[in-house]
Every structure is written in C-alpha cells, then in structure tokens.
C-alpha cells in the first residue's frame, strides 16, 4: 500500500488510532492505579483482551504498539500484529525511546531514539508494522518553551520520520504540548503555533512526503490548573483554526492525543471540532487514556473478565468513531453506556 493511502486508512471517517503503546515504566503506573502487578503476562492479557474487541473492526483504523507487544503471541497462537490486521485494523510501532533531559537546559526535555533507527525500522517492518510514533514533549511555563527545545525536537522528528518514509511506513509526527500548568488557552495556541511551525519547517527541510504522514497533536486547551476555563465551542474553534493556519494541507490525518482530558471531555471536543471542520483534513482520535481508562477500571476489577473489560473499551471507541463524525451526543453517551 502506498504511504498516503496507510495513513487515509488509519484515520478513516468513523475510526481513529487506539494508542496502546505505553512503555514498561507507563503502564506501569497505569496498573498501580488498578493494584495489578505489572508483570509481562498481565500487560498481554490487558491488550490482548482489547485487541479481541468488537469495537476494533468497526472504529479502530489502526493501533499503535509498544517494542515487547509487538513480538508478542497471543494465547490463540497468533501474533499480536496478526490479531490486529485480522480485524482490519493496521499495526504500527512506537520507536522513540523516550523524552530525556536536555543537555543545557533546566527542565527541558528532548527525544531520543534516532541511533541504530534505521535497522529497527526494518525489523519493525517484519514483524508487521506499517506505522511508526515520536513523541516530541514541550512544557508550558513562564520561561519555556525555549526556542533550544522547540529546534531540537523538531529537527529530531523530521530525521525520524525521514527514515521512517525510507522503511515504507507512516511516521505518526507528535508534537505534545502538555497541559500541566496554569497558562491559559491563548497562551496554548501560541506555543501550538511555534511548536507545528518549527516541525514543519524541518520536515520540509529533511523532504519528508507530507501526503505520506499523520500528524498526532494537543487541542488547543487552557492548562489544567487554569481558572479561566473554555467551553468545548471555544476550544473547537481555536483547535482548528490554529491547525488550519499551521498544518500545511496536503497532511491527510490529524489524530489527536488525549493528554490528561477526561474520556468524556477528549469525545466531547473531537465531536466539536468536527462539527465546524471545513477542511480536507480527515480529524480523528489517537487516544491512550481516552479509549482506555474505563476499561482499564473493569481489568481491576477482575482480570479475566473479558466480556465486562471489552463492553467498556467497545463503549469509548463506538462514542470516539460518533466524534470522528461530528455525529457525537451527550444523550447517546448515557444511551449506549447504560
Ligand atoms: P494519551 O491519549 O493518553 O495522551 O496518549 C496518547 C499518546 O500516545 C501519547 O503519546
């Protein structure tokens, strides 16, 4: 498949990405929040479960795994990439190895990963992938970002997704600006401006094929600690519109990282941003804690309780694929769960 036609198929009308590539030391503050031991066999038996889902053929385009799922036999027999595509849905890899204190800087950080990428691709691409994520982490304060880490990590995401384009899969290209913090939702915009301007600028530089990528940003919000809070119409409109001013169109896909949002909120805003959106860009959901916070309650609960686990990961991603749409409701949200 060609790399524009990967990457209109991840993000197609109705589905979106399921982010399940939480490293070890991720999810395993995840399982302490549910007392689970955070043990291989337990961290499979999560996915896996998900991965078996119903929801998965309908409104998952494609779902993003971690080094040790990907290698992976599920207890049918089959790989953990097998199982995906079986449901229609496209493997794809997280390959950064992280966002590590910037030499030089206070409180900054940079990603790494790009030593050795080239021959990691290349496994990747036999062990079934077809897409590839780095995640770039700016902060939000008085004094940062500084414009060190907004180079850096750009011009690290334009050599990683350079590569990746050369191993024949779709960088996913995420630049997060994180939530924490007490700025508001102009200030947000701001940084989201400097922040996509500078990737695009190296991806140019480093001639990625934009039609061959999908971008995964923050919404356009107020910091967590913000008292000025926005309604969902305000976030949707500078969501946009700081997108439409700053993603150049020939990207085919937007997937959008949850980021701390409530699952409830991270619907309610894609549905909204759908709703106005009046470009060609497909505008979906790349969600980790947003698909999967409610699930992961019911694998506290009870770990082989696949069916209670899946009713609730198939709820999430059936109101996440309404929101793709613009064709989300509050009164649905209650409907559904009940
Ligand atoms: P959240 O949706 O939980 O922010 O995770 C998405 C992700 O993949 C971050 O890299």
Known sequence: ME???????????????????????????RFKSINVENLEKNRLTFRQTLFNASAMKDYIG??????????????????????????????????DKGAK????????????????LRERLDEYYKLGARFTK????????????????IKSNAHALARYAALVQEAKMVPIVEPEVLMDG?????????VTTDVLNECYNEL????????GTVLKPNMVIPGSDCKKKSNTEEIAKKTLECLKKNVPAEVPGIAFLS??????????????????NDTDFLITFSYGRGLQASALKEFGKNQSDERNIQKAFN?????????????????????TAA
């Open 3 to 29: 790399l524009n036609e990967i990457a209109k198929k991840m993000c197609a009308k109705g589905k979106g990405i399921l982010a399940a590539d939480e490293s070890t030391g991720t999810i395993a503050k």
């Open 62 to 95: 494609g779902v993003i795994l971690f080094d040790e799922t990907i290698r992976q036999k599920t207890s049918l027999g089959s790989t953990i990439p097998e199982l995906i595509s079986k449901h229609g849905a496209i493997p794809g890899i997280k390959v």
């Open 101 to 116: 204190p910037m030499a030089g800087s206070l409180n900054e950080t940079v990603t790494e990963g790009l030593d050795g």
């Open 134 to 149: 780095w995640r770039a982490v700016y902060k939000i304060s008085e004094n940062f970002p500084t414009s060190q880490s």
């Open 182 to 190: 007490s700025h508001d939702i102009d200030k947000c915009y701001k």
């Open 204 to 211: 140019n530089n480093h001639k990625v094929d934009l039609k």
């Open 259 to 276: 980021g701390g949002q409530s699952e409830i909120e991270a619907s309610r805003n894609l549905n909204e941003i759908n709703k106005i």
């Open 315 to 335: 709820h999430r991603a059936k109101m996440n694929g309404l929101s793709s749409k613009g064709e989300w409701s509050e009164v649905m949200e209650k409907e």
